[in-house]
């Protein structure tokens, strides 16, 4: 047992109802995250007696989150006790639960939602539907892909046969076009300001622009097409209206403006290539994550590194952020891992089995998949 004891300072963001007066008091080194909890709880209901706190915690400090005894905290980052150490609270992110497994018939690679169901895409072409509850409802049976994009019901495939298919799903899986690429096609994205544009990334460091306005004949041709990389795109987003985010073999960030033609800004990660990308709307940040089981976090507007964290020992595959700014990460170790981006190890680990291709969020459940053609479904 630690007998250290640390002057404090408590501060939050939370609403007024749950902050404490910013008086320092002296707190136990042996305290952990559920300790100091408590100690909130209570000093809440010693300022608030009409109300009622049983709220569980998170606790940063440094930006760092809290995840051992205070005094291990301190001793293992090498923090200053000199003066007041300050803490920041916020509502705990629960531990997710294994809710359930859903068995496929192939590889998982992609995860989407349509209504209530869930819409899951396998490499061997096969587009399932879902109940909320697990319940298999339909299969749909396409070719085989190599990669899936699904925006409400629209889904768009590449293929080995260097094609590209858009599909809509309502009460049938319908074909709305099909064309040629002129290299295979690694990852697409559809301009949510506008849902008849979408683009290509190719294995050559293509993006081929496609609009659905096009179409004849249920044959659509690329309208455009620019070099952005020097090797495999193998990620894009469609981040504004003639904006997309780019990440590649190559080792580098792409923000490409389709208006002018140009490339805005490039990022190099220099050592490792680029897997997966997101971009955070709210502060204009990137998050990437690599091959060597790297995420780093990028401040767009200036193009530098703000920070790197290491989520794995294995390849990260697939990256999706929610509407609280939680982002998941799947892994080629077969586990999903939930990050709160302030802190430098995740927040927990969910268990997962073979390798995991592909991650996303659904309302408060995180869904990930791979190569064990099972569907694990978390709930938050």
Not at 214 to 219: D, I
Not at 239 to 251: A, E, P, Q, V, W
Not at 268 to 291: M, P, R, T, W
Not at 306 to 320: D, G, M, N
Request: with cysteine; net charge negative.
């Amino acid at each position: 047992m630690n007998n250290s004891e640390y002057i404090v300072k408590f501060v939050t963001s939370l609403p007024q109802e749950y902050q404490i007066s910013n008086n320092e008091i002296a707190v136990q080194g042996d305290m952990n995250q559920s300790d100091l909890s408590s100690l909130i709880q209570q000093l809440l209901s010693a300022e608030n007696t009409d109300q009622e706190y049983n709220q569980l915690f998170d606790f940063f400090i440094n930006g760092i989150s809290l995840r051992s005894t205070l005094h291990e905290f301190i001793t293992s980052n090498e923090i200053a006790t000199e003066k007041t150490l300050q803490i920041e609270y916020l509502f705990a992110v629960p531990e997710p639960k294994l809710k359930q497994t859903i068995n496929m018939n192939d590889w998982i690679i992609a995860i989407g939602k349509l209504n209530n169901q869930i819409l899951t895409c396998l490499s061997n072409g096969d587009i399932v539907v879902c109940s909320e509850k697990g319940k298999i409802l339909k299969t749909y049976k396409t070719k085989m892909a190599k990669s899936f994009t699904i925006f409400d019901n629209i889904i768009i495939s590449t293929h080995w046969d260097c094609t590209v298919r858009i599909q809509r799903l309502t009460d049938n899986l319908e074909l709305i076009a099909q064309g040629s690429l002129p290299s295979y096609g690694e990852c697409s994205c559809i301009n949510k300001k506008n849902t008849n544009e979408f683009c290509v990334g190719t294995s050559n460091g293509e993006l081929i622009f496609f609009d659905l306005n096009t179409v004849k004949q249920q044959v659509i041709e690329m309208i455009q097409n620019f070099k952005v990389h020097q090797q495999q795109i193998t990620c894009c987003q469609w981040i504004r209206n003639s904006t997309i985010l780019t990440g590649s073999y190559d080792h580098s960030i792409c923000i490409f403006n389709k208006r002018t033609e140009t490339i805005n800004k490039q990022l190099f990660a220099k050592d490792s290539a680029i897997i997966g990308l997101c971009y955070l709307e709210n502060n204009q940040q990137i998050v990437s994550v690599h091959e060597d089981g790297y995420l780093k976090l990028w401040d767009s507007l200036s193009e530098q590194l703000i920070k790197i964290y290491k989520s794995s020992l294995s390849q990260l595959t697939c990256i999706a952020v929610n509407a609280n700014g939680q982002v998941i990460v799947s892994s080629m170790d077969g586990n999903t891992y939930l990050w709160d981006l302030r802190g430098e190890v995740p927040l927990y680990q969910l268990n997962g089995e073979g390798k995991a291709f592909a991650c996303t969020w659904i309302d408060n459940k995180i869904l990930f998949g791979g190569s064990t053609n099972k569907l694990y479904v978390y709930n938050c």
